[in-house]
C-alpha cells in the first residue's frame, strides 16, 4: 500500500485531499454531463467526496478508494433522476453546446455515456456503479452514442 493511502484510511485529510484530486476532475465530468445544472454536479461529487472520506477504512488500496467516489457519485445521479420524474429540473440558461446535446438524451443515456466516455468501462462495469441492469445500461450506451453521433 502506497504512504498516502494508509494515510488517508486512517483520516489524514490532506493525503484524501491528494487522492481525490487525482479523480475528482472526472468524476466531476461525469455528475455535470449527467445533471439538470452545475450546482447539482457539485452537489453529487461533494457528497460522494464525503462518503469516501468516511468510508476509506474499508477499501483496501487507493483504486479501491476512487472506484468508492465514482460509484457513490453514480448512485447520487441516479437519486436525482428519481427526484426528475416527481418534477421537473430546472436546467441552465445556456449550456455549452456539448452539454446542450448530453440534455437531449435520456437520463439513463446521459449517465451510461459519461462513465463509459471519461472512464472507459464496459457495460458490465457500468451497470455495477450505476445499479442499472446490464441490458438496460447495453441499450442506453448505443442509443445515447447513436443520438450524439447524429448531432454531433
Not at 484530486?21 to 468524476?27: F, Q, R, Y
Not at 452537489?43 to 477504512?57: G, I, L, S
Not at 451497470?127 to 454531433?152: F, P, R, Y
Request: hydrophobic residues 40%; negative net charge; proline residues 2%.
Amino acid at each position: 500500500m502506497s504512504r498516502i493511502f494508509d494515510e488517508a484510511k486512517r483520516g489524514d485529510i490532506t493525503a484524501f485531499s491528494k487522492i481525490y484530486g487525482s479523480v475528482c476532475e472526472k468524476i466531476y465530468y461525469v455528475a455535470y454531463y449527467s445533471l439538470a445544472s452545475s450546482e447539482e454536479a457539485a452537489k453529487a461529487v461533494t457528497e460522494a467526496a464525503h462518503y469516501a472520506y468516511d468510508n476509506a477504512e474499508s477499501c483496501t488500496d487507493e483504486s479501491q478508494l476512487k472506484e468508492l467516489m465514482l460509484k457513490k457519485t453514480c448512485e447520487l445521479v441516479v437519486s436525482r433522476f428519481r427526484e426528475y420524474k416527481k418534477s421537473s429540473p430546472t436546467y441552465e440558461p445556456f449550456p455549452s453546446f456539448i452539454r446542450s446535446q448530453m440534455l437531449r438524451l435520456t437520463d439513463a443515456e446521459r449517465l451510461t455515456v459519461m462513465v463509459w466516455s471519461v472512464f472507459d468501462r464496459e457495460a458490465e462495469e457500468i451497470s455495477a456503479l450505476t445499479g442499472l441492469a446490464l441490458d438496460v445500461v447495453t441499450k442506453k450506451l448505443e442509443s445515447g452514442q447513436n443520438k450524439l453521433i447524429a448531432s454531433l
